[in-house]
């Protein structure tokens, strides 16, 4: 009974401790304006160095409103171990899409660890910089609306991101990454608005998310390892894709990704791996794309190792990445065209160790068809179309 009660103490005077030590920062008290049209950015970067020059959890909070914030880079490292930023408001951009069209980012966190952002909306306002872009006139590149750079164990979780200028989240050389439940949402047309794009980083989890947008619904660049995506649901845009790659001749490769339980509805890919026609020394190994239902996808299961737009800097090569050791296992639905699974390698390096197990897609209630270029695998199970493996 005494070592119960002991025991008892001892939660009780921990829990005292965990919750004391959090302390909080509300971007009110910094001055900022929840009425959408006075600039906070300085009120959020003045609680942002206070919350990480603290030695204590901290917790940056964002209440109710709408904030309007330029360009923002919240550096680190910090002496706090763990930064919260709950939002519960909007933050918005400005309505001239050439003050951030400039910036590279957004929002963009370098440097730092332990951050987490928890609910909240960005809306980035970028369909008039969509519009520009569409005219051909000279339009900014544009911003990313939310960026991580060499940071770990940072955690995204309930918010959405609304119509950023060009991708909305980027995740660029960092570890411990976990992505849950968050929405994206821009125009099926919107250029280059990819959702969520990864590369340089591993130990990366996105799950339970919902992406609509132009472009791909999750990028996975060069140098990429350990990446899990679970029950994300993608369309419109351009579906999951790995590349593209041989951007640059020197380039890390992209190995251990697992896609699971996700639906691809009405996007132009389903599962994508795509690689630039040209020489470059890097990989794509140990892909797992497990259990997905598709409706209405244009290329439901592709490798396009020919990519050459216009035909510049690349004709008449060939890709030097090598693709191997890719499973395909439990697919099924439609497929908007009649070739729902196009395997198009490189004639230098073919792909190795395709698998498809149970793959069922159809094409307007018919069989679909199948294409094989310089691909060696096998099929199990029932596959509809029947390979060409
Ligand atoms: C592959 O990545 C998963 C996480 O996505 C990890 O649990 C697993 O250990 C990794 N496997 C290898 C061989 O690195
Ligand atoms: C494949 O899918 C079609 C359309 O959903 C369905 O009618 C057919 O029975 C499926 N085939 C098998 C063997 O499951």
């Known amino acids: 009974m005494a070592g119960l009660l002991f025991l008892f103490f001892i939660f009780f005077a921990l829990h005292i401790i965990s919750s004391s030590a959090t302390t909080n920062f509300n971007v009110l008290s910094y001055g900022a304006k929840p009425n959408g049209v006075t600039d906070s950015t300085k009120a959020f970067l003045d609680a942002w160095a206070a919350a990480c020059g603290s030695t204590d959890s901290t917790m940056i909070y964002m209440p109710k409103g709408r904030y309007l914030l330029g360009s923002m880079v ?85 918010l959405l991101s609304l119509n950023s200028q060009m991708f909305h989240i980027v995740i660029n050389g960092c570890q411990n990454v976990n992505v849950e439940r968050i929405s994206v949402i821009a125009d099926g047309n919107s250029p280059n608005t990819d959702g969520i794009h990864v590369q340089l980083s591993s130990n990366i989890v996105i799950m339970n998310s919902k992406i609509k947008t132009g472009d ?21 845009g351009h579906g999951i894709s790995i590349g593209s790659l041989a951007k640059d001749l020197q380039e890390e490769g992209v190995q251990n990704v697992t896609v699971t339980k996700t639906v691809l509805a009405d996007t ?71 070739i729902a699974i196009n395997f198009d390698c490189s004639s230098k390096y073919p792909c190795s160790g395709i698998s498809l197990q149970n793959v069922n897609l159809t094409y307007s209630n018919q069989a679909a068809q199948s294409l094989c270029a310089n691909v060696l695998g096998k099929t199990i199970g029932l596959v509809q179309p029947h390979g060409c493996l």
């Open 74 to 158: 919240f550096t680190g490292s910090c002496k706090s171990p763990d930064i919260t930023i709950r939002i519960d408001g909007t933050l918005v951009a400005p309505g001239d899409y050439r003050i951030l069209g400039q910036a590279a980012n957004w929002l963009s966190f370098e440097g730092v660890a332990g951050v987490s952002i928890v609910g909240g909306a960005l809306d980035a306002k970028g369909s008039p910089l969509w519009a520009c872009k569409a005219k051909g006139n000279n339009c900014p590149s544009g911003a990313t609306s939310l960026s991580f750079t060499n940071s770990n164990n940072i955690k995204i979780k309930g």
């Open 216 to 236: 791909d619904c999750i990028s996975i660049g060069p140098g990429t390892q350990n990446l899990w995506i679970e029950g994300v649901k993608c369309g419109p």
């Open 268 to 338: 132009q890919n389903g599962f994508g791996i795509k690689s630039w026609a040209r020489p470059s020394n890097g990989f794509v190994q140990r892909v797992r794309f497990i259990g997905a239902i598709m409706q209405n996808v244009q290329n439901p299961i592709l490798i396009d190792q020919h990519y050459c737009p216009h035909n510049l800097n690349c004709p008449d090569q060939v890709s030097g990445v090598k693709i191997s050791d890719i499973v395909y296992q439990g697919i099924r639905g439609t497929s908007a065209t009649a």
